[in-house]
């Protein structure tokens, strides 16, 4: 079948979040922009990740925790792509997927989000004992590392599930991306945006990935008109070095990236759960080797000593 045949419909996965959905009618509507003779229908599907709520994610696991039930659409062919908050992808993809686009990154910095009797503040200065709540052991133990008279509690949900548990006075602050909020409309509850200084994102957030079959050259060509180069590079190089660190979306690895000059730049750092120990250093050279400098930035923090970290939280959390 040719790329340009109007007689396929395809379908898009989705989970049934409101951010999964409108991320995902996003990429609808662009891909009708570009392909006025397609059509684009959306199937939504329940992940695992969306049905347990009562327990923090570590605890769970996180191998394809918010992909599996879409990548067993598009291996079963019911499904013809699906898209996702590239953060929650698993670095390693099911034999037969591949990653087929990466669109253009928003912010991927960390946002503190806070009840209003604490408007005033900011992350430094938030009194000792404050209640902070996160689901993510990477921004856990960051913020422990920095500031280590906080208090810190899991918070689940969806995004405002979260913030009614907020608004409603069962925490002080809580941590959200800054690229949720924006697609949600909720740009005005970002209190701080927090430095990368202090909190280095997770691998890929800010950008959506679109997953499908690797043997499908029809869909591959249709989703190029997403594709954004510098995103894909800056992303591919943060995958790699986290698929080197053997480490998930619910290990404490963080990332920040940048291009200038046409020279990819990725900081990459490991701590420990408890935040005393962190690990952390960069590595620079061309886009076109963006993997080579997340597996050798990988290679430069193991020896410094995130691989007996990594080992030990593996250990803990029962996945090791």
């Known amino acids: 079948m040719s790329v340009s045949s109007p007689t396929r419909s395809i379908r898009i996965g989705s989970r049934k ?60 062919g019911s499904i013809d792509l699906a898209v996702h908050s590239l953060k929650d992808l698993p670095t390693n ?53 920095h500031f280590p008279h906080l208090t810190f509690k899991d918070v689940r949900g969806n995004v405002n599930t979260r913030l009614a548990k907020l608004d409603a006075g069962e925490y002080d602050a809580i941590i959200l991306a800054v690229a949720g909020l924006q697609r949600l409309g909720l740009g005005e509850r970002v209190h701080q945006v927090i430095p990368a200084e202090i909190s280095l994102h997770a691998v890929g957030q800010g950008a959506l990935g679109i997953e499908c079959r ?32 053997e480490g998930g979306c619910q290990v404490p690895i963080g990332v920040n990236t940048s291009i200038d000059n046409d020279t990819l730049t990725l900081t990459g750092m490991v701590a420990s759960l408890d935040g005393k120990r962190l690990i952390k250093d960069s590595v620079s050279g061309s886009p076109s080797q963006a993997e080579e400098l997340g597996k050798e ?18 250990a803990e959390v029962g996945r090791g």
Request: with cysteine; aromatic share 4%.
């Open 214 to 245: 690797a043997e499908d050259p029809e869909i591959l060509a249709v989703l190029k008109v997403l594709e954004h180069a510098p995103t894909r590079d800056r992303c591919y190089a943060e995958r790699a070095f986290l698929r080197e660190l």
């Open 17 to 76: 979040s409101q951010l999964a959905l409108v991320q995902t009618y996003w990429v609808q509507e662009e891909l009708q922009k570009h392909h006025p003779d397609r059509q684009f229908d959306v199937e939504t599907m329940s992940t695992q990740g969306d049905k347990i709520l009562d327990v923090a994610l570590a605890k769970i696991g996180d191998k394809g925790l918010f992909t599996k039930e879409l990548e067993n659409g598009m291996l079963d």
């Open 297 to 314: 930035l990988a290679r430069k923090v193991r020896e410094a000593g995130a691989g007996e970290i990594l080992a030990e939280i593996f």
């Open 93 to 145: 993809l099911p034999d037969g997927l591949i990653l087929g686009c990466v669109t253009e990154r928003v912010d991927p910095a960390d946002a503190l989000v806070v009840n209003e009797k604490n408007r005033a503040y900011e992350l430094a200065t938030l009194p000792p004992g404050s209640v902070i709540g996160t689901s993510s052991l990477r921004r856990l133990a960051q913020l422990r590392h």
